[in-house]
């Protein structure tokens, strides 16, 4: 893992409570750094969490402040006095901000930038914020990790002094998931007989969910006994009632609106899924289409950036506002076995060039080049 170990420091805080796609990225990258030489100093707020892959002699797990923090106050006030005496050679902050009164070199992790580009999934106070933090961040960062060539541009665009420090590292599939259960099993556990269309991630509204449900009405009399499972807490600001919208067109029983959902939940759920469908009109990446094709799940995804230029060659590509369109590809993925067997052929191919080892010897070497 490079010429001489390194004392790396790492906002660990995505590990605790719920943790979502950045906890996941996190934790797939430490289970392949930890037997690399190097020490790794986890920050939390309040006590670690109890997780088989923070049990290891490589990782010094520090508990800084009650956990009741507020997050900025917590990382820019109470982290720095801490890991300023933990002789660090370089910190890893994995989530979009950094410590900037720490005195070691930061790479920092912006997974997307849509607090500028599409502000409405963000209250006013929460984008500004993000904007802001971001921002300094990004100055303060000696390395600045994105997901995709198309976050690369976006760097580029909004912060065009900065694209020199900034580094392309893609996710890796489904490596933190549960083993594949059977299919029959996974089924019988969700309590689905039908077709099991499937999208997972918090709810936004560049996800385009309600012209996803919009488009099971038409589903429904080619498939009457589908189900689309939205995997994902709903942060929509003002709320958007999907609920409502299923019950308007008298779709009640085929819409399921799980919430979050742990490891062994998404894995039951890429086993028993006939179709994934992903359409947000602006990604960083887009993790779960990526685990989804790995697990040998066909793809419909938005033709936008970066779930276009990433899934397009194994997916079938769709504007995510069509609601006809939508449901054609639905459809067609759902009616076509020759199809189905191909796009899932491509996912697997396409996630098999994608690998979590790779993704942390980039990133360690990102940390490599901050700290020297």
Known sequence: MGDRP?????????????PTGTGRYLRSL???WRDGGDTLVLYFDGPPPDDPVLRHPALRLRSVGGGGSRGLVWQQRILPRVAGADGLDVFFAP????PWRLAVPRVTTVHDLSFFAHPQDFTLRDAFRRRLTVAISARFSTRILVCAE??????????????????????????????????????AR???SGPLVLSVGAILNRRCAPELVRSLARLRPAHPSITLDLAGENRTAPRLDLAGIASGLGLERNLRLSGFVDEAGLADRYAAADVFV????????????????ARGVP??????PALGEIFGEAALVVDPRDESAVATAIHRVLSEPGLAARLREAGLALAG???????AALTRQALAEAAE
Do not use: K, N, Q
């Open 6 to 18: 390194l004392v790396v420091g790492i906002d660990a805080r995505e590990l605790s409570g719920r």
């Open 190 to 192: 969700l309590a689905v």
């Open 150 to 187: 198309f976050t690369v541009r976006e760097m580029a665009r909004l912060f065009p002094d900065l694209a020199p420090r900034v580094r392309a590292v893609p996710h890796g599939p489904d490596e933190d998931l549960a083993p594949p259960p059977p299919r029959a099993a996974a089924r």
């Open 353 to 359: 060039r994608h690998s979590w080892r790779r993704t």
């Open 299 to 304: 793809l419909v995804v938005s033709r936008a």
């Open 278 to 293: 992903s359409l947000s009109e602006y990604e960083g990446f887009g993790l779960p289409a990526l685990e989804a094709a």
């Open 95 to 98: 989530a979009y901000s950094c």
């Open 30 to 32: 430490i289970r392949h």
